[in-house]
């Protein structure tokens, strides 16, 4: 069985009311590789400034978890995320 892999490209955001719509479209590549530019700038600053402190976590760690975190949503292809409307309201957020 053939399979293509497909990631999400796009993450829309999505607000209407009454007198008002927005739409956010945010590219997950950019966002991603932005990530990965601050891992390596915060791994850059944790090697070149000393620690000070009781210090229980590394903010190097947290970047990478987000980094991660981005990837695995990716891969996921296209779906819905958020959609809620109460009164005249409408949010969205979907990947594509």
Same mark, same amino acid.
């Given at each position: 069985?053939? #399979?293509?892999?497909?990631?999400?490209?796009?993450?829309? &955001?999505?607000?209407? #009311? +009454?007198?008002?719509?927005? #739409?956010?479209?945010?590219?997950?590549? &950019?966002?991603?590789?932005? &990530?990965?530019?601050? !891992? +390596?700038?915060?791994?850059?600053? +944790?090697?070149?400034?000393?620690?000070?402190?009781?210090?229980?976590? $590394?903010?190097? /760690?947290?970047?990478?978890? !987000? $980094?991660? /975190?981005?990837?695995?949503?990716?891969?996921?292809?296209?779906?819905? /995320?958020?959609?809620?409307?109460?009164?005249? #309201? $409408?949010?969205? &957020?979907?990947?594509?």
């Amino acid at each position: 069985m053939w #399979t293509k892999k497909y990631r999400s490209q796009l993450l829309l &955001v999505s607000i209407k #009311t +009454d007198g008002f719509r927005l #739409t956010l479209p945010l590219s997950l590549y &950019v966002l991603e590789e932005l &990530v990965n530019s601050l !891992c +390596d700038l915060l791994e850059l600053a +944790d090697y070149i400034i000393p620690r000070t402190g009781k210090v229980h976590f $590394r903010v190097v /760690m947290i970047a990478k978890i !987000c $980094r991660t /975190m981005i990837s695995e949503l990716r891969n996921y292809g296209r779906w819905e /995320m958020v959609e809620v409307e109460a009164a005249n #309201t $409408r949010i969205h &957020v979907g990947f594509y």
